[in-house]
């Protein structure tokens, strides 16, 4: 290292403001990474994310993969924090952690240790890659990590910088290292014989990008085989290969609309990429559509796709009505298809928030749902959603946990989306009737919720809060001496035990 190294010129670290990291990010050389960051990923109304750590989403990408290791530069805090939400959410492999000092970044030690430490893992028999995660600290220092050897014995070698002053959501954070993977799969596609994934239709496929609820995928491929198509690998993946396959697709499905880095890599592989997704009736109808014309399938083929699912998914819409007033809002990127969703059933949804950007693969659905009256806010800020569900009152409020709370505290009925929401189907005929039952139940309990919110009145709040007092508290009325009586009580059964 030639020392080059430069600390964010900040007394308070990682806590100095998006705009002082930012400055130093750059004065250390990462302005073509921030440059690419700010395009791939505008900014909103918020500098920084209202949701968690926006490095968890790569972080959660990495730690999905067989056979990939995943190693985290950046303060201890921020790795204890992410550490934890990624075995809370169910990963059962180690994280990898560089640490650093003052003098250690000042003096490029730290990327020598970070070297070492690739070294150390890249094990062929072990990993097919390994990621380094550069978090804000490192990333405003300059910590170089495209200096890095690309491969070490055949073992890949990911760097990447995912600073919270950079990319606003975790949503996002996952297309940084998905779009850095497919990048290095496809040039060593193009270079010569790559392996083949392990399982591999016999039929043009089409990729689907984006996380998705297990048997969304399945379902999916259902309906895609009527037209001489199969569903391929998903991105993200769950191994290295699948890579390969993902790439080689007909046609690349932007379900989640967010994944750039992804999409600009299908783009460069020469594969169409068409935008929303199954989601009810009329969705289904026009997607089905769009994927046939990009994969040129005859219309005879699309119309007996349609014809076989439509009539089963305009039946499970009929069959489990929902008779509300919704808001939605959330950080996942669905929220546009999960609105859509609910108002074929029924619902009445007036206002949708999502955290993720605006961008072209998402504009069916915003379309479809204006002209339906729908207000669409993307970059939607904490405060937006709450004044939104303020104005409309509604029945049932779809959610960030932040936003649960305040409804429920207001006496509205609310569901935290990631857990609730996109933890169901949501495509096809199976996705037509997910939602009604749990919509109905937390409906029902509006009665129940304002008799609460009624009973609990000023509990908790002003001076019943247990916090926020401005004044030294004072001692209840005639407390100190009955704190003297009961010490000379104690006092005087200790002096006695053993007379």
Known sequence: MDGSIIPPDTASGCHGGRETMLDAARAAGKSEILDQLLKDYPRGPHDQPQSMCP???????????????????????????LTFTSHFYGAKRSVGYVPFNSETLVRGQLYEDIRNAVYETAKPADYDAVVVINLCVPT???????????????????????????????????????????????????????????????????????????????????????MGLAVGPQIPSREWRDLYGALDCAV????????????????????????????????????LDAIGAAANVSADKIDAAK?????????????????????????EGSELLVARLLMEAGAEVPYVGTACPRTDWSAPDRAWLEA??????????????????????????VGTTPLVQKAKALGIPALYFTNMVSARPLFGPAGAGALAAIVAAQTRGRERFARMVSF?????????????????????PGSKERYRRAREAKAKASQAVGT
């Open 456 to 476: 609990f009145d000023k509990v908790g709040a002003g001076e019943t809060a247990g916090y926020g007092w401005k004044d030294v508290p004072k001692d209840p």
């Open 307 to 331: 014809a076989r699912f439509l009539p089963a998914i305009r039946a499970a819409l009929e069959a489990n009505p929902i008779s509300a007033r919704v808001t939605v809002s959330g950080y």
């Open 140 to 226: 405003a220092s300059g910590v170089p990590l495209d200096r890095l050897p690309k491969a070490i014995d055949g073992v890949r070698i990911i760097g990447i910088d995912v600073p919270g002053f950079g990319v606003p959501t975790h949503a996002e954070a996952k297309d940084v290292l998905a779009g850095a993977m497919l990048r290095y799969a496809r040039l060593e596609a193009e270079s010569g014989p790559v392996a083949r994934p392990r399982a591999q239709a016999d039929m043009p496929t089409v990729t689907l990008i984006g996380e998705l609820f297990p048997v969304d995928p399945i379902g999916v491929g259902a309906m895609l085989a009527p």
């Open 372 to 397: 339906r009256g729908t207000h669409v806010q993307y970059r939607a800020s904490l405060e937006q959603d709450i004044a939104a569900m303020l104005h409309v009152r509604p029945d049932l409020a």
């Open 252 to 287: 690349a499905a932007a379900v989640h609309p967010f994944y750039t880095a992804s999409f600009r890599e299908f783009e460069a592989a020469g594969r169409p990429i068409v935008g929303s997704a199954p989601v009810g009736h009329d969705g289904t109808a026009a997607w």
């Open 55 to 81: 490095a968890f989403g790569s972080l959660r990408v990495g730690l999905r993969m067989k056979r990939t290791a995943t190693i985290l530069s950046g303060s201890a805090c921020c790795v204890y924090g």
